[in-house]
């Protein structure tokens, strides 16, 4: 902690010095914490202050050394490029001499997470950050430390252990892991569902997690890539520390589906701090189509396909989506195969089995595994084909539970009492259908048993991906050594027989398995029948199809890959101008374009000041009005705003809408002077005693009688939505119907629409929830082309310009303000503030953040034409409008 204040210290004083800018520190950088607006130019040169990780906790001299020279950043340093690699558990074995007290570590070569680093060039430093499986005591930790680091290059969190416990036994395991895989965690009689403490015990963990991946980080170019359900907070945590720091994440369980995931209580939470990564992978389009699917339900987020990448924009960022099932380390399988004792164990599996038909299965011991379902199968292939009792074996291998509880101890209980039942009803002395293989078994026995197998069965009603088939596969192709215990030759065939459950993450790729519903007894009886009854050319075909995928798609292909589409979701970091917001895990990064900026209302009243002649645009819902807003009239203090602005004989002040002009002539019948251009500019009025003028465009109203009648059946059909009919345009709403089926009818609407109206003068729009049809060449930038027009053509050519809108119609009103900077028609350039309401991806180069604000803007700059006549004008200051606007 005294490093860490210290560190803060030093930051502050940098601050001080520069006084012109914000130097970003990358390592305890909790003074960003205490800001929730903190504003990063990506434009900027980045003062990278690279650290030496001596050991965790610890911070080298060279992290002080600073240079007035941007242009040398780095260039004093040299340091590997570096991919730290988060996981729950670091993929260690751990073992303590009891005689000396001594811990030794090595890396168990059979984690995924150790496999993927083969797949980074050698300039690459890999460091893994993750908890121990073994409890470390306090004053042992500092010294353990130090020696992962300096001989693995890993950096162990040394999580509480009661943290430990309530983080990942607790929250983890007791709720997401269930949730996770389609099980809702409500047990009345347990009491309350939802422990609020233990959620706050994974936020803890996930802070402690961050801390410890950003004592890595040593350049702007390394790459954190956080790994499964465990840390999915992480990606916030780290966010919040660096701006653009690279994150990736994995999702290695599945992802499921929205009315599922809905039930979590904190559900916001974990999606937010999901989308605060660059890159979020999933092992199959189903878990990716769930996330989607939550992401626009519950946060109203759109997501679009681009060049074959699926991003999700989330205020102005990109954040991609990789679709990519994790692969094997084929060289580590072969190399195991190759082994005297794998080559032994093969031999006297085949001796012992000979003649038989070997069913394979190798599962954890959990309640999604399906192992009894598989037995039941199995029970009743043996019943219904007598032929086949005592030349079917089922090998069931079970590997130690990685969780306790009442769930799994019945789970055990019952697959031993099938087991039981089954070689009771149909074994004898020298024959049992089911061999329960229930103890921890030498990873070289496993690979003699997939090689000596001819059949391997995965049977869960749930996984994420479950590798033991393609690990199967690659031991079915064999090598030199067990040809010639088998006493064949090169050309001989190589064969596998697969039987999947529909459920498992592996299912999609394995086009040649036979797949079942594992909850079927009849369909798993079934499978194990066409195994038994497959030839050995149809096996050839199969295991040939499975081989030539899975010896491509390898664990160096998966982590490659994923790689590689983390730096292209990174290449925008560069080139955007960024804003931090919300507190928590509420905590979101705002991205956008180098220009855009937040309206004061000092420099607009400076502007409005000057100007001789002014033309103001308003859009009115979501602009004026909060669009959350029921009451949607004008208030009291709205009309007299609005009545100030349009007495300045400078001014002329237009309302434009898309709403109908009998509405909004009703509620601002109070305003005079104020212009209305109602329906996206098809009906405009200058003022209250002139008439209305009507677009030419669309007069023949035919094409309305070719509409309605097809907005009808979508109307009768989607239940919630609406026609809102105008004079203009036919509007369709589909706010209130279901999400996902409300946009696809929408789709198909437009479609529908475009085809019956192809040769009529109008055109198909979908907006916000919306599909509308209006003639052509009725916008509201054309209405503010044709005010400003006739502006110029009276001799009032306006030199200061301004609108403010919301949403995507007034996009069309930004660009006809930011283009009238350039028309020759103009005898001097106006100056142009075209503002939109938040920050957002916008062509309008102004924002505020809320409704209020554009009150409070527009408040202001009334004190200006308040003041207008009096002798003191020129000494109105900005003092004088702030307080007038407050």
Not at 102 to 107: D, N, V
Not at 166 to 172: D, L, M, P, V
Not at 372 to 383: A, D, I, P, R, Y
Not at 807 to 828: C, H, K, Q, Y
Request: with cysteine; charged share 25%.
């Amino acid at each position: 902690m005294q490093i860490e204040n210290g560190y803060c210290e030093r930051a502050q004083s940098l601050i001080m010095l520069a006084n012109s800018r914000i130097t970003v520190l990358k390592s305890y950088s909790n003074f960003l914490d205490m800001s929730n607006e903190d504003v990063f130019d990506f434009q900027q040169p980045f003062r990278s202050l690279p650290h030496v990780v001596t050991f965790p906790g610890i911070i080298s001299n060279s992290d002080w050394e600073t240079t007035n020279d941007d242009d040398s950043i780095g260039s004093a340093h040299s340091y590997f490029k570096r991919k730290i690699v988060a996981a729950n558990f670091l993929p260690l074995n751990c073992m303590k001499d009891e005689a000396t007290g001594q811990w030794s570590f090595a890396m168990d070569d059979d984690q995924l997470l150790v496999q993927l680093k083969d797949s980074y060039p050698i300039e690459n430093e890999v460091i893994y950050v993750g908890s121990l499986k073994v409890q470390v005591d306090p004053s042992e930790q500092d010294q353990v430390a130090q020696k992962l680091f300096k001989e693995l290059k890993c950096i162990p969190t040394f999580l509480p252990a009661d943290l430990q416990q309530q983080f990942y036994h607790g929250f983890c395991k007791q709720l997401l892991w269930p949730l996770f895989h389609y099980m809702l965690p409500i047990c009345h009689d347990k009491g309350e569902p939802f422990d609020r403490s233990l959620f706050q015990s994974y936020v803890r963990a996930n802070k402690i997690f961050a801390d410890k991946i950003m004592e890595a980080v040593n350049s702007d170019d390394d790459c954190v890539w956080v790994h499964d359900y465990h840390l999915m907070l992480v990606p916030t945590f780290l966010r919040k520390k660096l701006h653009r720091i690279k994150v990736g994440f994995f999702l290695h369980s599945p992802f499921p589906s929205s009315e599922i995931y809905r039930t979590l209580p904190v559900r916001d939470k974990i999606l937010k701090a999901l989308l605060n990564a660059d890159l979020i992978g999933f092992q199959t389009f189903d878990y990716a189509r769930h996330f989607l699917s939550c992401c626009s339900r519950l946060l109203g987020l759109t997501y679009e396909s681009k060049r074959g990448h699926v991003v999700i924009e989330y205020f102005g960022r990109m954040v991609s989506l990789k679709i990519l099932a994790v692969g094997v380390h084929v060289g580590r399988l072969e190399s195991m195969l190759k082994l005297p004792a794998t080559i032994s164990k093969v031999q006297e599996i085949e001796n012992r089995y000979k003649g038989k038909l070997v069913m394979l299965g190798v599962d954890d011991m959990d309640i999604f595994k399906g192992i009894s379902l598989k037995f039941l199968g199995l029970e009743l292939l043996l019943e219904r084909t007598p032929m086949l009792r005592g030349k079917v074996v089922l090998v069931q291998i079970v590997n130690p539970a990685r969780s306790t509880g009442k769930d799994v101890e019945e789970a055990i209980k019952e697959a031993a009492s099938v087991a039981e039942r089954i070689n009771d009803k149909y074994g004898s002395a020298d024959y049992k259908p089911v061999v329960l293989i229930d103890y921890l078994i030498p990873f070289y026995e496993k690979i003699a048993f997939y090689a000596a197998s001819d059949c391997c069965i995965v049977n869960a009603v749930r996984d994420g991906m479950n590798l033991i088939p393609y690990e199967y596969t690659v031991c079915r192709q064999g090598n030199e050594e067990i040809d010639k215990l088998r006493g064949f030759d090169k050309s001989s065939p190589r064969t596998s027989t697969l039987i999947v459950s529909e459920f498992v993450g592996c299912s999609p790729s394995l086009s040649g398995a036979i797949r079942v519903n594992p909850w079927s007894v009849e369909d798993v009886a079934d499978a194990f029948y066409s195994a038994a009854d497959l030839t050995q050319y149809e096996k050839k075909l199969r295991h040939e199809k499975h081989y030539r995928y899975v010896s491509s798609h390898d664990v160096a292909y998966w982590a490659c890959s994923f790689d590689q589409d983390l730096e292209r979701a990174c290449k925008e970091h560069y080139s955007q101008r960024c804003w931090t917001t919300g507190f928590g895990l509420n905590f979101r990064v705002i991205a956008l374009s180098p220009g855009f900026r937040r309206l004061s209302l000092e420099h607009l009243a400076s502007s409005y000041k000057k100007a001789n002649r002014r033309a103001i645009f308003l859009d009115y819902d979501g602009t004026l009005v909060p669009q959350s807003s029921l009451n949607k009239a004008p208030s009291a203090e709205l009309i007299s705003i609005l009545n100030n602005l349009c007495n300045d004989m400078k001014n002329t002040v237009f309302i434009v809408s898309g709403r109908g002009r009998d509405s909004l002539s009703e509620w601002f019948a109070s305003c005079e002077n104020l212009g209305i251009a109602s329906e996206h500019g098809y009906f405009i009025r200058w003022n209250k005693a002139a008439e209305w003028e009507t677009s030419s465009s669309g007069l023949d109203s035919e094409w309305k009688l070719i509409s309605e009648p097809v907005m009808e059946v979508y109307k009768e059909t989607t239940d919630g939505s609406f026609i809102e009919p105008k004079e203009s345009a036919l509007v369709w709403h589909y706010q209130n119907t279901d999400h996902d089926f409300g946009s696809c009818q929408a789709k198909e609407l437009v479609s529908h629409l475009e085809r019956v109206l192809a040769n009529e003068p109008v055109v198909v729009k979908h907006g916000h929830q919306i599909v509308e049809v209006k003639p052509q060449g009725v916008s509201k930038g054309t209405a503010v082309d044709k005010i400003i027009g006739t502006l110029v053509s009276n001799g009032e050519a306006p030199d200061f310009l301004m609108c403010i809108g919301n949403d995507l119609s007034d996009e069309d009103m930004f660009e006809s303000i930011n283009n009238a900077t350039s028309r020759a028609v103009f005898p001097a350039i106006p100056e142009a503030f075209a503002c939109s309401v938040g920050p957002k991806a916008s062509k309008a180069k102004y924002y505020v953040d809320s409704c209020s604000e554009v009150i409070r803007l527009l408040k202001g700059v009334t004190a200006v034409s308040f003041q207008k006549d009096t002798v003191n004008h020129s000494h109105v200051t900005s003092k004088d409008i702030l307080e007038v606007a407050s």
